[in-house]
């Protein structure tokens, strides 16, 4: 049984940072690709970052050069690190897993976990 379980999400003031983590378990993870995607009341889910099984990167224009998709194979583990959050970076953040690439850029992984709420407070 694949689970992957965010953890890191809370209360931050603009302009800080915050990283979150998902741990993975029941799958070769190091065969995965894995995203972070978000979700804001009212809102699409869009995906925030990417990385391929062997560690490439990939982000929308929105959040380059703020938010950073890191993995650690050998702990099963995607981190997101966000950095200078803003308002509008408020959502339920998720990770996902697929072992496709570009399905996990096209928003439609098989796995994901149950999300980690962000607020970043004005």
């Known amino acids: 049984q694949v689970q992957l379980v965010e953890s890191g999400g809370g209360l931050v003031q603009a302009g800080g940072s915050l990283r979150l983590s998902c741990a993975a378990s029941?799958?070769?993870?190091?065969?995965?690709?894995m995203g972070w995607y978000r979700q804001a009341p009212g809102k699409e889910r869009e995906l925030v970052a990417a990385v391929t099984s062997r560690g490439i990167t990939y982000y929308p224009d929105s959040v380059k050069g703020r938010i950073t998709i890191s993995r650690d194979n050998a702990k099963n583990t995607v981190y997101l690190q966000m950095n200078r959050l803003k308002p509008e970076d408020t959502a339920v953040y998720y990770c996902a897993a697929d072992k496709s690439f570009p399905v996990v850029v096209r928003i439609t992984p098989l796995y994901w976990g149950q999300g980690t709420q962000v607020t970043v407070s004005s």
């Open positions: 029941g799958l070769t993870f190091d065969t995965y690709a």
